[in-house]
Nanobody
Framework: QVQLEESGGGLVQPGGSLRLSCTAS????????MGWYRQAPGKQRELVAT???????NYVDSVKGRFTISRDVAKSTLTLQMNSLKSEDTAVYYC??????????WGQGTQVIVSS
């Protein structure tokens, strides 16, 4: 089992920045990929960015050039630096960890609100 704890959400003005963090505990060696997903009101959960243990990174097109995902494998931490935030980035952001056997684990979610 893997437990994920997120932090760093909040309210920010358009154009501002936020940094989300996620710490994994439990069976950390079982984790291959980690990532961030988000779910806006009335919409389906969508991938934001993922990073494998080997460091391969994938972003959804809408955040490329604005968001940066990073991971410290030794510390089992995941970070999402979000710059130039837009109102459409408003959502609950979820940390995800996927094991080598493709089991998915989720954090409880952290709210990000981009509004003036």
């Amino acid at each position: 089992q893997v437990q994920l704890e997120e932090s760093g959400g909040g309210l920010v003005q358009p154009g501002g920045s936020l940094r989300l963090s996620c710490t994994a505990s439990g069976s950390r060696l079982a984790i291959n990929s980690m990532g961030w997903y988000r779910q806006a009101p009335g919409k389906q959960r969508e991938l934001v960015a993922t990073i494998t243990r080997a460091g391969r990174i994938n972003y959804v097109d809408s955040v490329k050039g604005r968001f940066t995902i990073s991971r410290d494998v030794a510390k089992s931490t995941l970070t999402l630096q979000m710059n130039s935030l837009k109102s459409e980035d408003t959502a609950v952001y979820y940390c995800n960890a996927q094991s080598w056997s493709a089991t998915n684990y989720w954090g409880q979610g952290t709210q990000v609100i981009v509004s003036s």
